[in-house]
């Protein structure tokens, strides 16, 4: 599928993480989860919360940098001696983009100059100023597309209660698509189906009256997966205290899917086509 080139950002690969080897023959496509907490604002005193590392098509890019997130992303760029290119935020709320100052001060874990990816609603509600400091600006809108070299990012709005945007990130035949904060009545276009990977949020376990309708329980996001349909998911954005096993169960029994884990600080995946 052709992505309108809306930002075609430094086009040369360089050695590093993103172009990075395993076994010194076969390229580096893969996940890491950095942190996974859901909707918990106890900044650094508690886990951290969401942020997804992508290595992908040579490039490294950042999914969300929530609260308490930055330590765990320095330790694995130092362990690995690489360099960030881009960070995505898909809102504004603190679980996602809680660490972004910090994050755009730390110059040694950039490859270049920092590149920071969201929608307009979203850089004005963290109070990010365009043009204020050495960092480079890229406006995500609902249905668009921003390249990042050979990485495509394609965004599409969901249903949570500041603007939100999921995004898929595909380079070649690898893909892999990312919720962010939804509820129910978020309807993924057709760049967000069949990916090698999904992550999905499951901030409740089972939906109660006074449950936030921004947020999806075991069986909606066993739903939205059976449309999704992709090869893998990972059930995200468990609230600290709450049981990740018990999600999981619910949304592999319900979508189906025998590939279907749970997110934990630390995890990565290696990333198929
Ligand atoms: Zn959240
Ligand atoms: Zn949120």
């Not at 749970?262 to 995890?267: P, R």
Request: aromatic share 6%; with cysteine.
């Amino acid at each position: 599928m052709a992505c309108p080139e809306v930002a075609r950002l430094a086009p040369t690969l360089s050695t590093g993480f993103g172009s990075g080897t395993v076994g010194g023959s076969t390229p580096v496509e893969s996940l890491h989860v950095l942190g996974c907490a859901g909707s918990s604002y106890a900044g650094r005193a508690g886990p951290p919360c969401s942020s997804y590392l992508v290595e992908m098509g040579g490039r490294a890019l950042l999914l969300d940098c929530g609260y308490g997130s930055l330590d765990a992303l320095s330790a694995l760029v130092n362990s690995r001696a690489c360099a960030l290119d881009a960070v995505i935020l898909t809102h504004s709320h603190a679980d996602h983009a809680g660490d972004l100052f910090a994050l755009l001060e730390r110059g040694d874990l950039w490859r270049g100059a920092p590149l920071v990816v969201a929608q307009r609603e979203t850089i004005d509600h963290v109070g990010y100023r365009v043009g204020s400091g050495a960092s480079t600006y890229v406006e995500a809108r609902d249905g668009g597309c921003v390249t990042v070299g050979d990485v495509a990012l394609r965004f599409s709005s969901t249903d949570h209660q500041v603007a939100t945007v999921a995004v898929a990130v595909s380079a070649g035949a690898t893909r892999l698509v990312y919720s962010s904060d939804t509820g129910p009545r978020w309807r993924p276009p057709p760049a967000h189906v069949g990916a090698s990977l999904a992550i999905v949020e499951c901030t409740l376990f089972r939906r109660r009256d006074r449950d936030s309708p921004y947020h999806l329980d075991g069986s909606e996001a066993a739903a939205l997966l059976r449309y999704l349909s992709p090869a893998r998911a990972l059930v995200t954005h468990v609230p600290p205290g709450e049981s990740v096993s018990a999600r999981v169960e619910i949304v592999g029994r319900w979508s189906k899917s025998a590939e279907t884990e749970a997110a934990v600080a630390g995890l990565r995946i290696d990333l198929v086509p």
